[in-house]
């Protein structure tokens, strides 16, 4: 089949599955996604294998899980030993050019410790050149808004705080915090910014092939839009939270689930980062509050869908969108006030299943196109998946399965039956979680498995969970206790066993010594390419 030239890898922060109208969204509308889907193949049931974002993006761009890779936290190192999306694009000839943030903390082994590397926690992942950036420094981006007028705060992220003649106006309308515009205009946002950089570098490509990462952080928080986002959805409309009717209900069905809903985990759950100028958890917002802090989102969602259009546009316009390889997926969800919590964190799908549209150009994919997969997908899929379109080999490091007959219109032979994720809590800092449960950093780690019928989730230190996913959807009753569940749980946790063995170190495991080394023949992917 045809090569393919370009590609378009496209990350959002924090954009959970259930927000896009082409899976059934009861509020939100995504026209410009949902075309984009019916022109791709859309993964329905697809897992972010471990959150929060310098984790999770490990595993996007290595295909591997938490356990191998072990940057556990945001600001935990790497190991250079890993290689990479990027750095494989680069033995194909490509200059993987990064827009906005990786997330990827360096290794610091053999390197100067005063290197400006480690000033920050939001590293570049290598392989990846760096064209614009957009992470905690804030620089390019209020360059660009002096430009046009505006006098950026003193205190960077005060640029996402209301005005203060916004915010009176919500608060003399009897309206919650979010639903003040941004101060900055939607055409000024940080994804319009990033957007117009990366038109202005695909123009100069001229009749280069490229290979370009652009990592929007809508809808991240802090929870603000600009006008006309702000207002687009009434937040009477907005879906109420899946959660127990108190906070204590849901609390009391876990010690985890009561450390971080009573606020002791710090962070966003207490509302530090969800807005800038006011912190609240969600046990503490009435229900208005929340369902505007939802309609927000929504609108978040909105304004950096109508950034990523114009690339489509730019794309098709030039005649590049039929050559162009487009993965368009987020690093993890958003509780979003459901099961009491905000943010990413702990074992709820909402933080964990997230979108996956994928274009393949090529006329093999054709029967592919407008597909909906409901299989078990997991973001280590990505990295294998692109480099198998590009015809390259896919490292013996990687985990994750390529995603090609789904694309083509096929379903492979064989295919995984659960989906895996694995979560760290411990804080070595400030040892929240440490001194809260009486734990070593080393021993606050979480793993689960899901197939669709029960759901187990296993602590290293920690009483387990189970979920009978068939009598309790919205897992509101840990059945790990009953009796009756004993032999579903004996499985469960069996399976989650296996899943681990099977993913153990496999790099020499195809060599053979004897007179010289001999490669026996790769069968990781037989009935799947």
């Known amino acids: 089949m045809p090569a393919i030239r370009n ?10 599955a259930d927000c896009l109208s082409a899976v059934g969204h009861p509020q ?8 984009f889907a019916a022109d791709a193949t859309l993964f329905a049931n697809h897992w972010a294998v471990t959150c929060p974002c310098g984790p999770s993006r490990a595993s996007l761009f290595t295909g591997t899980y938490l356990h191998r890779h072990r940057s556990l936290r945001n600001g935990t190192p790497l190991d250079d030993r890993f290689t990479n999306l990027a750095l494989e694009a680069r033995r194909l000839g490509y200059d993987p050019a990064l827009f906005g943030y990786t997330d990827i903390s360096p290794d610091p082994r053999g390197k100067d410790p005063g290197d400006p590397i480690f000033d920050s926690y939001e590293g570049v992942l290598p392989g990846m050149t760096r064209v614009c950036r957009l992470d905690d420094d804030f620089g390019a981006w209020f360059a660009a808004l002096k430009a046009r007028g505006y006098a950026p705060p003193a205190r960077p992220w005060d640029i996402f705080r209301p005005t203060s003649e916004a915010l009176a106006e919500v608060e003399a309308a009897g309206r919650a915090y979010c639903a003040a515009p941004a101060r900055f205009r939607a055409e000024d946002s940080p994804a319009a910014f990033l957007t117009d950089e990366l038109l202005r570098y695909l123009r100069a490509q001229a009749d280069r092939r490229w290979f370009a990462h ?10 603000i839009a600009p006008a006309p986002y702000h207002e687009r959805y009434d937040p009477r409309d907005a879906p109420p939270p899946v959660r127990a009717k108190a906070p204590e209900a849901e609390a009391a069905a876990h010690p985890f689930l009561r450390y971080k809903i009573d606020g002791r985990a710090g962070g966003t759950n207490a509302g530090v980062g969800a807005f800038v100028g006011r912190q609240v958890p969600p046990s503490e917002m009435a229900d208005a509050e929340l369902a505007q802090l939802r309609a927000t989102y929504y609108g978040m969602i909105n304004e950096v869908e109508a ?4 690339i489509l546009d730019h794309l098709r316009a030039t005649g590049a969108y039929d050559e ?4 368009l997926t987020s690093d993890h969800g958003e509780q979003l006030g459901d099961h009491w919590m905000l943010s990413k964190t702990g074992f709820f799908d909402e933080s964990y299943r997230v979108p996956l549209i994928v274009r393949d150009p090529r006329d093999a994919a054709a029967a592919g196109r ?3 997969v409901e299989a078990f997908t997991e973001s280590v899929d990505v990295a294998p998946t692109v480099l198998h379109a590009l015809g390259a080999p896919i490292p013996r490091q990687m985990q994750g399965l390529p995603l090609s007959r789904w694309l083509w219109g096929q379903t492979p032979a064989r295919w995984r039956d659960a989906a895996h994720v694995e979560y760290d809590f411990g804080d070595p800092i400030g040892r929240a979680a440490e001194d809260a449960f009486g734990l070593t950093s080393d021993q606050c780690g979480l793993a689960f498995i899901t197939d669709g019928r029960f759901k187990y989730v296993h602590f290293e230190a920690l009483r387990p969970l189970l979920y009978d996913l068939e009598a309790d959807p919205q897992q509101r009753r840990n059945v790990a206790d009953d009796p009756a569940y004993a032999p579903a749980l004996a499985e469960m946790r069996g399976r989650l066993l296996t899943w681990r063995m099977a993913q153990d170190e496999k790099t020499l495991t195809h060599y053979h010594i004897d007179g010289g080394p001999k490669e026996t023949a790769d069968q990781r992917f037989e009935g799947l390419l």
């Open 324 to 327: 162009t390889l487009i993965v």
């Open 7 to 16: 590609v378009l890898f496209v990350t959002f922060d924090q954009w959970r």
């Open 28 to 35: 939100l509308q995504t026209p410009i996604l949902d075309a």
């Open 214 to 223: 652009i990592s929007y952080i809508s809808p991240h928080p802090p929870f």
């Open 370 to 372: 407008g597909r909906r």
């Open 307 to 310: 950034c990523l259009g114009r």
